[in-house]
């Protein structure tokens, strides 16, 4: 079945600088590929995602790339404010698998005023 | 919103002891799922039903039952509860058809298991 590993665990920036996190997966035939945010004590909700035929989203200040020659994937922040404090999961799904979703670790942003 | 409801939000109960999570959902999705949330060990798939008819086992069902009364509820069981399974527990739906991947969660039942 298909692994997603999600890289770091825990990421501290300054307000203003940019974040990034990254995801790798093991099933080629993986061609979804969401971004969740969970804040404390609610639940994940679906932030960004992107399609195996496409390279690279953005809305507003976040952005997903996707290299599917390496199978990875990242999130892009820029400028980051105090309230994008949260963890944030990667996930893939194969269409065929009827979008059932693998979850990376997940990694808990901090924005440091 | 309300759309993905989970019953209940907190429950601490006995080692040995059975306990129900119930799901129910108003978004007419034939999909839905339950996961375990772990610090550091993200979302774990327990279960998951494409439909009424339809029930699967995902990466740790040991320990764990389901049942699916309809389209719009979908419950979780653990037949005698450890202290392992004490988690954060998200039900989950969605809609396979093209154009609406991405899962609804609902808000989540913190177990502790004593």
């Known amino acids: 079945g298909e692994n997603v590993e999600q890289h770091p665990s825990t990421l501290s920036v300054q307000e203003g600088d940019s974040a990034v996190i990254k995801c790798t997966y093991s099933?080629?035939?993986?061609?979804?590929f969401p971004w969740y945010k969970q804040e404390l004590g609610k639940r994940p909700q679906l932030i960004i995602d992107?399609?195996?035929?496409?390279g690279e989203k953005k809305d507003q200040r976040i952005a997903v790339t996707l290299n599917k020659t390496a199978k990875h994937f990242s999130l892009h922040i820029t400028e980051t404010q105090p309230e994008d404090s949260a963890v944030y999961f990667c996930?893939?799904?194969?269409?065929?698998?009827?979008?059932?979703?693998?979850f990376g670790g997940g990694t808990r942003l901090m924005v440091k005023p | 919103d309300a759309d993905v409801t989970q019953t209940p939000r907190n429950r601490i109960t006995k080692t040995g002891k059975r306990i129900m999570l119930e799901c129910s959902q108003t978004k007419g999705h034939d999909r839905m799922y339950w996961y375990r949330q772990d610090p550091g060990l993200g979302l774990r798939l327990i279960y998951y039903s494409f439909d009424v008819k339809d029930i699967n086992k995902g990466e740790i069902s040991d320990g764990y039952s389901v049942s699916r009364q309809a389209q719009a509820k979908f419950s979780l069981s653990l037949e005698s509860a450890i202290p392992n399974q004490t988690a954060l527990y998200f039900c989950?739906?969605?809609?396979?058809?093209?154009?609406?991947?991405?899962?609804?969660f609902g808000s989540g039942t913190r177990l502790t298991v004593v």
């Open positions: 989950a739906t969605s809609d396979p058809r093209e154009g609406r991947d991405g899962y609804t």
């Open positions: 992107i399609r195996s035929n496409v």
């Open positions: 099933d080629s035939a993986s061609n979804y």
């Open positions: 996930a893939a799904s194969r269409n065929n698998a009827g979008n059932m979703l693998t």
